[in-house]
């Protein structure tokens, strides 16, 4: 540090009114990567970049910052406690006082950092309206045409349900699409339906994946809803933005797995028409047509709650593999002691439902979850004790990743339900003026 007086052997940091002293010494490698950045200062210019003030006379550099926050924090880096929120202080405030000193959330002690996570949860929307209108400025002048803000319109329109009348309508009757050809694809599988179908065809026509399906009104509904899907899809991809963007998105990918197989299904009864290689085909079309299930997952569009469970899924995928990790291990271990002791033991007596560990894993999962089908179970003394102690570690072993799980749902809801509020607000506005 060439800065200051040179015969000086210790620094003074003022922050909010206390004064420290350290050493030059000290402070090249210092903890607090702000305090030791002024070791490395070689002007005064350097210095102000620093900290707020510089008193040359008595080497004293001012910090407009909260001091009780720093006497916390100076007490963490000298090793003398941990680091918790000082009383009477805004969780956040502090973590802003750690943020400028150089420390991180990772520094304070776990009941804090819950505190932390469940503050900053609470006030993400705020920082969520400030970042959206830094990111989605209003065009004006010549890129605020007509065609411009007809084509943002269409886009909200089909993208967010609530923001528009009309985007509420339209979400509305792709809901209605959606449960229709969940309610015709289930009734599909009924004996009755199906006898029903037969009777309408002849002999030579038995299949049910012939090459004309629209002739029966299960036939017909499927493809108005389909047309109605393409459509709906056809659409949004021509009003988005970015088209790389639209195609790599989840819920864009379910639909055209929602809708690809029905085209695939087609295709395949016309090129294969009534010969016997409808026959070999007929699984796999069976196979296309249930594909139609993904049709459900197309409500998370329209639905907040399905949209939190994917988003929580996404951000959790740690806890869900930690989660899988920790079953894993139990099978292996409750699986082979079941093993043993139903059926390795006494040969004579032995339990054929535990022949060997695969099979007793099958025991120990539903176990574990505290399902208990009741297909098959212990019948020893020791293996019944096992089972209980089965039962209880799934209980715990389940239990403890969940506390995290819970906490990214709500805070995933919180954005989401913002967002949502967020353009309802924008079309009331919008309405007045």
């Known amino acids: 540090m060439t800065f200051g007086r040179g015969g000086a052997a210790s620094v003074v940091l003022n922050v909010g009114g206390a004064r420290y002293s350290l050493s030059r010494e000290l402070l090249k490698d210092f903890p607090l990567r702000r305090v030791s950045r002024l070791h490395g200062c070689r002007s005064e210019r350097d210095v102000l970049e620093v900290c707020d003030d510089y008193d040359r006379e008595r080497n004293e550099y001012f910090f407009d910052r909260h001091s009780e926050a720093f006497g916390f924090i100076l007490l963490y880096v000298r090793g003398h406690g941990k680091l918790r929120f000082a009383p009477r202080m805004c969780e956040l405030s502090f973590?802003?006082?750690?943020?400028?000193?150089?420390?991180?959330?990772?520094?304070l002690e776990y009941c804090c950092q819950r505190r932390l996570d469940d503050r900053m949860s609470d006030t993400h929307t705020f920082h969520a309206a400030e970042e959206l209108g830094r990111e989605q400025p209003r065009p004006t002048g010549p890129?605020?045409?007509?065609?411009?803000?007809?084509?943002?319109?269409?886009r909200r329109t089909f993208e967010e349900p609530t923001s528009s009348l009309a985007a509420q309508i339209l979400a509305s009757v792709s809901v209605v699409f959606v449960i229709v050809s969940m309610v015709v694809l289930c009734a599909s599988t009924l004996p009755d339906w199906r006898a029903a179908a037969a009777d309408n065809r002849s002999l030579d026509d038995r299949s049910r994946y012939s090459a004309s399906p629209g002739r029966e009104p299960s036939g017909i509904i499927e493809a108005i809803c389909i047309g109605w899907f393409t459509a709906e899809c056809i659409v949004r991809f021509i009003v988005s933005k970015n088209k790389c963007e639209f195609v790599k998105r989840p819920l864009n990918i379910i639909d055209l797995l929602a809708i690809t197989p029905y085209y695939i299904s087609v295709l395949m009864t016309v090129f294969t028409g009534e010969n016997s290689q409808l026959q070999r085909a007929g699984v796999t079309l069976r196979v296309l047509r249930m594909m139609r299930i993904f049709w459900v997952i197309k409500l998370a569009r329209h639905f907040i709650g399905l949209q939190t469970l994917g988003l929580t899924l996404k951000r959790c995928y740690?806890?869900?593999?930690?989660?899988?990790v920790f079953i894993c291990v139990a099978m292996a271990i409750f699986s082979a002691l079941s093993q043993l002791l139903e059926h390795g033991l006494d040969l004579e007596t032995s339990n054929k439902d535990f022949a060997s560990i695969p099979a007793a894993c099958w025991w120990v999962i539903i176990s574990m979850t505290t399902v208990g089908y009741g297909d098959m179970y212990p019948i020893t003394v020791p293996g019944r004790i096992l089972g209980g102690v089965c039962v209880v570690s799934g209980i715990v072993l389940l239990a403890l990743p969940i506390t995290f799980i819970y906490h990214s749902f709500v805070q995933c809801y919180h954005e989401l339900k913002f967002r949502s509020a967020r353009y309802s607000r924008s079309l009331s506005a919008e309405f007045l003026n």
Do not use: Q, T
């Open 318 to 324: 740690r806890e869900m593999v930690m989660l899988l």
């Open 95 to 107: 973590y802003n006082e750690m943020i400028y000193w150089g420390l991180e959330g990772a520094h």
């Open 143 to 154: 890129e605020a045409a007509p065609s411009r803000r007809w084509l943002e319109r269409m």
